[in-house]
């Protein structure tokens, strides 16, 4: 069965301030639609409009690197709308992303499955 190298993430959260979420959600996606290697970049609010699920997707450990630059000139002002409770990383992470993301709640290395 066929695999891939793709990286991906989640986060969790709550809104604390909507007008900077959305500033940071505006500018954080802008950047990362123009990234290589960036394949799925989605933001999700539930029913009670304030707590929020992010799903990324990158190629590969190099783009999931690359992606950090981008979100480093983002991250205060994101931290400012919103609370990050969880940050999960699925996929072959390698040393230097692993290095990079230490903050993560938790590093998934993928176990079994397929892609087709």
Do not use: C
């Not at 793709?6 to 301030?17: F, L």
């Not at 007008?19 to 029913?47: C, D, P, Q, R």
């Not at 690197?65 to 979100?71: E, F, N, P, R, S």
């Amino acid at each position: 069965m066929k695999l891939n190298k793709n990286i991906a993430w989640t986060v969790d959260g709550k809104i604390i301030n909507k007008a900077k979420y959305n500033e940071a959600m505006e500018k954080i996606t802008t950047a990362t639609f123009n990234e290589e290697g960036s394949l799925n970049h989605e933001w999700y609010v539930a029913e009670n409009q304030e707590t929020i699920h992010i799903y990324e997707r990158y190629q590969d450990s190099d783009a999931a690197l690359a992606h950090l630059t981008v979100w480093s000139q983002f991250a205060a002002l994101f931290l400012e709308g919103a609370t990050m409770d969880s940050f999960n990383v699925y996929g072959d992470v390698t040393p230097e992303l692993k290095n990079a993301v230490a903050g993560a709640t938790s590093i998934m290395s993928r176990y079994g499955g397929f892609v087709k």
